[in-house]
């Protein structure tokens, strides 16, 4: 008898024991957990199902945009898990979007100002291509050449008439940007000398919408880059030294046409990742076909 409650006093004492060694194992495996914040640096396997963002947002000029898409396509056919958004807006849009950091790449058609310069000091500038800005009328009105001096006098209003520059007897019809624009600005600049444009002026916000309305209207004049130019409208040569130049890849590439400027991505400091590799990828040999084919003229690296 005194055996047996030896015996069951001993089972007891070890199954508190082991009771003990279990609680104080579970009590560890919980201050374990609680000592690694969920999603911290600490836990690694956490971090691992974290992706890393394969989004690249792109947005400003509606002249270089058709390169930033077309490129863009080519780069997420052998990137699949990479997304690249690109909207237009304007060159004045790209530059507040890369400073401010609404999207990761910003696109100008023309170099920042120096008022842009001193609000986002940290914008970078990336040269991508090079562009022309052509001269445009309607089918119907094919005028043979223009001087700078004469396409300034219609866009500040001293002329009038197509018949003052060997046209059709029409009252000119003046298109030209809005105020967002890189290419108005560039315009504004190296054709007008800074003079005001006339007060008649129909303000559009793209390249394309100035070739349509150019093509919808006989006695309109308009100005586009040189990827926008096709058979709806007419490229008027440009007048230089008595020697009419047509606006062309060509005649940009050996500087003969007066009127060109670059082509820009702006990043927010030196760009890494994604940005990086998109810009590479627009400065390698493919990616300079699609300045190409765009009608835009490559750079020479």
């Known amino acids: 008898m005194r055996q047996n409650k030896i015996t069951l006093s001993g089972i ?15 009590i560890g495996t919980n201050e374990s957990k609680s000592s690694t914040p969920e999603g911290s640096s600490e836990n ?9 963002s394969g989004v690249l947002t792109i947005t400003g000029s509606t002249t270089v945009l058709p390169v930033a898409a077309q490129a863009a396509e080519l780069y997420m056919d ?4 990479v997304d690249i958004q690109v909207n237009g807006g304007g060159s004045g849009v790209g530059v507040q979007s890369a400073g401010s950091g609404t999207a990761m790449i910003g696109m ?3 170099d920042l100002k120096s008022e842009e ?5 940290e914008l970078v500038e990336h040269q991508i291509a090079i562009d022309g800005i052509a001269i445009i009328t309607h089918k119907t009105n094919p ?5 700078l001096d004469q396409v300034k006098a219609i866009y500040n209003g001293n002329i009038t008439n197509w018949k003052e520059v060997g046209g059709i007897d029409a009252n000119i019809v003046v298109i030209g940007r809005d105020s967002a624009s890189g290419t108005r600005e560039f ?20 390249n394309g919408a100035v070739k349509q309305s150019v093509a919808q209207t006989p006695a309109a004049i308009g100005y586009v880059g040189l990827g926008y130019i096709d058979e709806t409208i007419h490229a008027v040569p440009i007048l230089v030294d008595g020697t009419s130049v047509i606006p062309s890849i060509e005649s940009v590439k050996d500087k003969s046409y007066p009127i060109a400027r670059p082509l820009n991505f702006l990043t927010n400091g030196e760009p890494s990742g994604l940005i990086a590799e998109f810009i590479a ?4 040999p493919e990616g300079q076909e699609v300045v190409i084919d765009e009608g835009f003229v490559p750079l020479t690296r």
Request: aromatic fraction near 8%; charge should be negative; charged fraction near 25%.
């Open 12 to 26: 007891i004492i070890i199954g508190l024991f082991i009771g003990a060694v279990l609680l104080c194992g579970c």
């Open 44 to 52: 690694p396997l956490k971090q691992a199902q974290i992706p890393e």
């Open 78 to 81: 052998t990137h699949p898990d």
């Open 108 to 110: 100008a058609s023309r």
């Open 117 to 121: 310069k001193e609000k986002y000091p």
């Open 143 to 147: 005028i043979a050449s223009l001087t």
């Open 187 to 206: 315009f504004h600049e190296k054709v007008m000398n800074k003079e005001d444009f006339v007060q008649t002026q129909l303000e559009k916000n793209s």
């Open 281 to 284: 990828f627009i400065d390698s």
